[in-house]
């Protein structure tokens, strides 16, 4: 069965700063890979997805994401965030048998910006 | 296009009530999946359903939970006999025809249970 890890429960960075979150995956095949991300008592939204092709992805709010096959990451960066940022970001995967549709999440990451 | 739709936003329910949560898929998608988010906990599966079949209710607790998706209206969610461990942050997301490999899953704003 498929697995997410985010080792970063919490990261505080400076508006401004680079930021990068991390996430592990565990499957045997290629996956497919997104990244969500949740605002206080919101739902969730799609800032990329990985599914074939070019491993480094382009998302929404200025996020990019690289799959690493060889180090079974997908890690989100952001070279200059705003305060806007600060949010829970989850890391999902999900697997391509017909039939097995459900995304799996990591425990998320939550974002503090400091000004 | 209007997204996936859920709700009560907001329910609260007593021990031992029913409570019925709805989503309405975006326009043109005849996938929904229902998730449960506990609290300081990322989002786990519950079901998947398509109109008028459940594909996959791996992740539905046994007992006491049920959902469909009838042929005409919303998805429905039905939990009875409610605890208070059943309080949870409850997203339905929707996805369009499967036409090769992983569909993008849209998620609503959730439906906030309380159980007192």
């Known amino acids: 069965a498929q697995s997410v890890t985010q080792p970063d429960i919490h990261i505080t960075v400076s508006e401004g700063a680079s930021l990068e979150l991390r996430c592990n995956y565990s499957?045997?095949?290629?996956?497919?890979l997104f990244w969500y991300v949740q605002s206080p008592g919101q739902g969730l939204q799609l800032l990329l997805k990985?599914?074939?092709?070019?491993?480094l992805v382009q998302g929404i709010k200025g996020f990019e994401a690289e799959f690493k096959r060889s180090q079974s990451s997908f890690n989100l960066r952001k070279p200059s965030v705003h305060w806007s940022d600060a949010a829970e970001y989850f890391c999902?995967?999900?697997?391509?048998?017909?039939?097995?549709?459900?995304?799996?999440f990591g425990t998320g990451t939550r974002l503090t910006i400091i000004p | 296009n209007a997204g996936v739709m859920q709700n009560p936003r907001h329910l609260v329910r007593r021990r031992g009530q029913e409570a019925r949560l709805r989503c309405s898929p975006m326009?043109?998608?005849?996938?929904v999946y229902w998730y449960r988010q506990l609290p300081e906990e990322g989002l786990k599966f519950m079901v998947y359903?398509?109109?008028?079949?459940?594909?996959?209710e791996s992740g539905m607790p046994k007992e006491r939970f049920s959902a469909e998706f009838p042929k005409e209206g919303p998805s429905i969610l039905r939990i009875q006999q409610v605890v208070r461990g059943d309080s949870a942050a409850y997203f339905c997301?929707?996805?369009?025809?499967?036409?090769?490999?992983?569909?993008?899953?849209?998620f609503g704003p959730g439906t906030r249970l309380l159980v007192l």
């Open positions: 997301a929707s996805s369009p025809p499967r036409s090769g490999g992983q569909e993008t899953q849209y």
């Open positions: 499957y045997g095949a290629t996956p497919y």
């Open positions: 990985y599914f074939s092709g070019d491993t």
């Open positions: 999902a995967v999900g697997v391509s048998n017909f039939g097995n549709e459900k995304l799996t």
């Open positions: 326009k043109g998608h005849s996938h």
């Open positions: 359903l398509q109109k008028e079949n459940i594909i996959d």
